[in-house]
């Protein structure tokens, strides 16, 4: 590609890789000067001048340069993620490839999914975790007590012949009762090449009344007591804990546990008879997650939604929206790392950033943060993701607009970037 200083050309070449890009990726290797763009930082954005070089950005200038991206003065900012979804799955290529674009049309690069089939990741190899698609971490199987979460799900699979029983136990899940069946069937998971481990926990203040009756048949789960020498093995194992959790009493057991992720902010599905006040986070907690630096991904979305549709009808709706509003916002006030996940199969975090954004509590700052910054690390901690700076993945979207002045502009992308190969226009 040839250089020069008129703007005109640069401009002709920017939108020549707007536009002309479609179905394929700018040749891998090379080396990019992106001029003129506005960066995010962290806390807000400056204009700042980045080389894209073996997939890096770097401050200096490399050896070589092939072209020059002249962004014409638009705002950079890290990839989003997806902190919890079981919708990466395998139902064939036409179906994948929907959904892979999806998540890169909403600027989604990572995904989460907490409890799989441990075929998938071997079925969607070479379709994911390459420059031109998502990025996916697995846990595979979960491990949950007998007749626990999520058995239900599990079982009309089953009956719907989408799934075989092999599919159930020692597949999706591991149930285990005692510590005795754990050590044996975590070194059969451990065989699966989990990316993380998915513990789940339920309603635990009531563990010994609902472990034996059926009426609690999915509504159930580890014992809490076992919680904590089991992820002690796991980290000895050297795998991450992510957590499912239901009530306040569960976030606490698992917090004193050392799980390093909790997935659902307490409350996600809360249920009225129970009492709303069993949901709320205590302060204490919240001090003590972020003390520890647990990543808690929200899947507050469908709560949300579904208080906007039914709070004129329905009178108790007004509580379970305080308690929700209180529990983000505890978190949120102590500095808890608060990750984006949606846990709806047929959304992407999209629903999940906008739902907490129409709950009004949080800036749009806040929001970026979380989206971009906190989902990234959490999903891939081992790498250098979430941020924009020298020596970190390059891998970026550019965005129409200022997304802290209008978060409209998030979903207003007019270039997306990945370990510095230009993505084809979705
Ligand atoms: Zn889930």
């Known amino acids: 590609m040839r250089h020069t200083k008129t703007g005109l050309f640069i401009q002709f070449l920017v939108l020549n890789l707007f536009f002309n890009t479609y179905g394929q990726t700018q040749g891998s290797g090379k080396t990019y000067l992106v001029i003129n763009g506005i960066w995010f930082t962290g806390n807000g954005f400056v204009k700042q001048t980045f080389y894209c070089s073996n997939g890096i950005l770097a401050a200096k200038k490399p050896n070589r340069v092939d072209s020059i991206i002249d962004l014409a003065g638009k705002y950079v900012i890290p990839p989003f993620g997806e902190a919890h979804n079981h919708n990466v799955e395998w139902y064939g290529e036409e179906r994948f490839y929907k959904l892979r674009d999806r998540y890169l049309k909403d600027g989604i690069f990572y995904v989460k999914n907490p409890n799989n089939l441990p075929k998938v990741p071997g079925q969607l190899a070479g379709r994911i975790n390459t420059p031109q698609s998502i990025d996916v971490s697995f846990s595979n199987g979960s491990i949950t007590a007998p007749q626990g979460h999520p058995l239900g799900l599990v079982k009309r699979n089953i009956d719907r012949e989408v799934w075989t029983i092999a599919d159930g136990e020692g597949g999706f899940y591991y149930s285990v009762d005692n510590l005795k069946e754990f050590y044996t069937k975590w070194e059969t998971l451990k065989k699966t090449k989990p990316g993380f481990i998915k ?40 795998y991450r804990v992510a957590v499912h959790v239901e009530t306040s009493a569960d976030f606490h057991t698992a917090l004193l546990a050392g799980a390093d992720e909790i997935n659902h902010t307490p409350g996600f599905r809360a249920k009225e008879d129970y009492g709303f006040e069993n949901y709320k986070i205590a302060e204490a907690d919240a001090k003590l997650a972020a003390r520890k630096k647990i990543a808690v991904v929200t899947t507050m979305g469908t709560a949300i939604d579904n208080i906007f549709k039914t709070i004129d009808s329905l009178p108790y709706k007004a509580t379970e929206k305080e308690m929700i509003i209180h529990n983000l916002l505890v978190l949120h006030k102590n500095k808890v790392r608060l990750a984006i996940g949606s846990d709806a199969y047929g959304q992407t975090a999209r629903f999940e950033i906008d739902h907490l954004k129409k709950l009004g509590i949080f800036d749009n700052l806040t929001l970026l943060k979380m989206w971009c910054e906190t989902t990234a690390q959490t999903i891939f901690p081992g790498r250098k993701i979430g941020y924009l700076k020298e020596g970190y993945e390059a891998s970026f979207l550019v965005l129409e607009g200022n997304p802290v002045e209008d978060f409209k502009y998030t979903e207003r992308i007019m270039m997306r970037v990945k370990s510095g190969l230009i993505m084809r226009n979705l």
């Not at 513990?199 to 563990?207: K, N």
């Not at 609902?210 to 919680?227: V, Y």
């Open 199 to 238: 513990l789940y926990l339920l309603y635990s203040e009531e563990y010994a009344k609902r472990r034996t009756d059926s009426n609690f048949f999915a509504w159930k789960g580890l014992n809490p007591a076992m919680l904590k020498t089991m992820i002690e093995k796991i980290h000895k194992d050297g």
